[in-house]
């Protein structure tokens, strides 16, 4: 039976960058730092054990060839042709560059980011100086600027003791999946319908938006790993592709070569593509994402080592999809940011991005992630569209059709088989760093899931490009 949507209760507020919210519960429930002393130390250098430094740009003539035109391919590329390598050439499947990074045209007009859309925490992060650099605009997001809306009248005040109670519950068990731990918590405490609604809305928009799984797939320490950037969350209000364009210049791209046999037996690496063109360097910098590499599309000969291929195997791919509508005008709250949806059926349509506060256009990007998000992909667009303007109507009454909208499927997409990486329940944050080790001295890898400080974010994939970049010239230069 249809519902009234209920009156909007302000929403809690997730800590500044990504996975804020996260560390903050844990450390609330003393299970890790202080927020603030993530927060509140400005720009620092990247120590990190994986991050060798570079080494005095040296003139050679070695060839290298870069397998993905993500950030991590443009961010090796870019690393090698200012470390003196003139010869780098980098091979791309799809007829664009940018890999997970995809800026669209909503209406043909309105520029919306399809994959990446934040810098997560500006301090010191990478991406955050090329934007200012290349005087790139960015907002930031503000996420205290928030609405919560519950299907049910009478729903609970917005109260996140609950949480901390959660997290201090799962340290009791480390290892075991976040949903088992949930599940235990509701049974020994004695919660309303409409409070176990709630923190299950939390968790599904702080861990399970967060890493692009479900519950089920996550522990304690497959969550409580990596490392973040303080400062605020910005985007980008005519697009993450600036980034893109701005990384790319100068660079040798070849598009259209989806590379599906990598050779590394003889003298040379030699790269075959799926129409059989084969291309031959000394090295190579293979950025595929973990999505390719689990689904074997590309074949290495000799085989990938073991620990490789175990890595691959322990780690897995999240999905988080995006819907992004158009309306002729705005009907929700017109200087809100982020509108929550606690709805009917758990984890659906939970998380709505308003790009009016940044752009001053009506548009909405709805995310659906984990198991729901990727069950909808394999509806038509239309069938999307009609789902989430209901879940609309939930919250505001009778709504206008979008004039235009455009619908992500990462999970079935060729070229990525999902959004990003996470470290699964009973797997390890140090299997990114397996994935990224080379073989020898002429395979080099680079990408989101092989950097075990930051995986699953932008600045992550630059950082592992640049960290393959100064492998290879310090390989060179030795």
């Known amino acids: 039976m249809k519902t009234h949507p209920a009156t909007p209760h302000p929403a809690p507020p997730p800590l500044p960058s990504r996975r804020g919210f996260i560390k903050a519960g844990l450390a609330a429930a003393g299970l890790g730092p202080a927020i603030s002393a993530l927060h509140g130390c400005g720009d620092a250098p990247d120590r990190s054990p994986h991050r060798p430094a570079a080494p005095p740009p040296t003139q050679t003539d070695e060839t290298v060839l870069v397998i993905g035109a993500g950030i991590a391919g443009l961010a090796a590329a870019s690393e090698l042709r200012a470390s003196g390598f003139a010869d780098v050439v980098v091979l791309e499947a799809r007829d664009r560059i940018g890999g997970r990074i995809w800026t669209a045209n909503l209406g043909g007009t309105v520029p919306v980011d399809l994959g990446a859309s934040w810098i997560h925490g500006v301090r010191g992060n990478p991406i955050a100086q090329i934007a200012r650099r290349s005087g790139i605009e960015t907002r ?103 980034i893109v364009e701005a990384l790319s210049d100068g660079l040798e791209v070849r598009l259209g070569q989806a590379v599906t046999a990598i050779d590394h ?182 990408g989101e899931a092989t950097d075990p400080d930051h995986p699953a974010t932008v600045h992550g994939a630059f950082l592992s490009g640049v960290r393959a970049a100064r492998e290879i010239a310090a390989v060179a230069g030795g």
Not at 172 to 182: D, F, K, M
Not at 312 to 325: E, P, R, S
Not at 407 to 424: E, I, Q
Request: hydrophobic share 40%.
């Open 140 to 242: 930031p997001t503000d996420w205290d600027n928030a609405v919560l809306h519950f299907h049910e009248r009478g729903a609970p005040t917005s109260d996140t003791s609950d949480l901390d109670g959660f997290w201090t519950h799962a340290d009791t068990r480390p290892r075991a999946s976040l949903r088992s731990i949930l599940d235990d918590y509701l049974e020994t405490h004695a919660l309303s319908a409409g409070q176990r609604r709630y923190l299950e809305h939390l968790l599904n928009t702080t861990v399970e938006h967060e890493y692009g799984a479900d519950l089920a797939d996550l522990s304690l320490e497959s969550v409580d790993g990596g490392s973040e950037y303080g400062g605020n969350d910005v985007l980008f209000p005519g697009g993450y592709g600036q």
């Open 265 to 446: 037996s003889g003298a040379q690496v030699v790269a075959t593509t799926a129409s059989g063109t084969s291309f031959e360097a000394d090295r190579v910098v293979v950025t595929l994402p973990l999505g390719v590499l689990k689904n074997g599309l590309v074949s290495f000969s000799p085989p990938l080592p073991a620990a490789k291929r175990q890595a691959i195997a322990d780690l897995k791919m999240g999905v988080l999809n995006k819907t992004c509508l158009l309306f002729e005008d705005v009907f929700w709250e017109p200087r809100v940011e982020v509108i929550g949806y606690v709805g009917a059926d758990r984890g659906r349509w939970a998380e709505t991005l308003s790009l009016h506060p940044y752009t001053g256009q009506p548009v909405l990007m709805m995310f659906n992630a984990g198991a729901y998000g990727a069950e909808i992909e394999s509806l038509a667009d239309r069938e999307i569209v009609a789902e989430a303007t209901a879940a609309l109507a939930d919250m505001y009454g009778p709504v206008p059709q979008p004039t235009n909208a455009l619908v992500t499927r990462w999970g079935s997409d060729p070229w990525t088989h999902g959004s990003y990486s996470y470290v699964p329940a009973g797997s390890s944050f140090e299997r990114y760093a397996t994935l990224g080790k080379p073989i020898g001295d002429r395979v080099f890898f680079a």
